[in-house]
């Protein structure tokens, strides 16, 4: 594995423990050139997708890319990391295991604003605006009271 500081290509494993409940792997690596140690994750991946954009252009499927729209929308949310990283490999394993090669840019979506909103509902609004292009205040009005209609939560306070 290249060293992310230096670019030495020969990194040694010092530590590796599963993670994400068993999904993955993590490596703890150290660079003998310049002594930096570093984090690797090594994750089964059951094809490659390739996500279809609305207006049609094909770009390749980015773990990172969900995460960081993921982390965008959960920032400043007392949400726990590992339970992020939970749900971003759920939203994976889900897509893969469709069957199909090429995925539509909405069906992420849905599969994210899904587990947003069994996780925190700010950040499911947050989601929401991005995904849902809101243009006025009262596209946020609807989608609270969206949530607020199907939160058993609320229905009691009543």
């Known amino acids: 594995m290249k060293c992310p500081?230096?670019?030495?290509i020969d990194s040694q494993v010092?530590?590796?423990?599963?993670?994400?409940?068993?999904?993955a792997i993590r490596r703890r690596r150290f660079c003998p050139n310049c002594g930096a140690r570093f984090t690797t994750f090594e994750r089964?991946?059951?094809?490659?997708?390739?996500?279809?954009k609305r207006n049609g252009r094909r770009v390749p499927f980015e773990r990172d890319k969900l995460a960081r729209s993921v982390e965008i929308a959960l920032r400043k949310r007392p949400v726990e990391p590992e339970r992020v990283d939970n749900m971003i490999s759920d939203?994976?394993?889900k897509l893969e295991s469709r069957g199909e090669s090429e995925v539509d840019s909405q069906t992420v979506g849905r599969f994210v604003m899904d587990a947003l909103r069994g996780v925190d509902d700010v950040a499911y609004v947050r989601y929401a605006s991005v995904y849902k292009d809101f243009r006025e205040a009262k596209d946020f009005e609807d989608i609270i009271e969206e949530l607020s209609a199907s939160d058993p939560v609320s229905d009691n306070a009543a």
Not at 5 to 8: D, E, K, L, R
Not at 18 to 23: L, Y
């Open 5 to 8: 500081f230096c670019g030495n």
């Open 14 to 23: 010092k530590d590796s423990r599963p993670a994400e409940e068993h999904a």
């Open 44 to 52: 089964v991946q059951l094809r490659e997708l390739t996500v279809v």
């Open 91 to 93: 939203i994976v394993r």
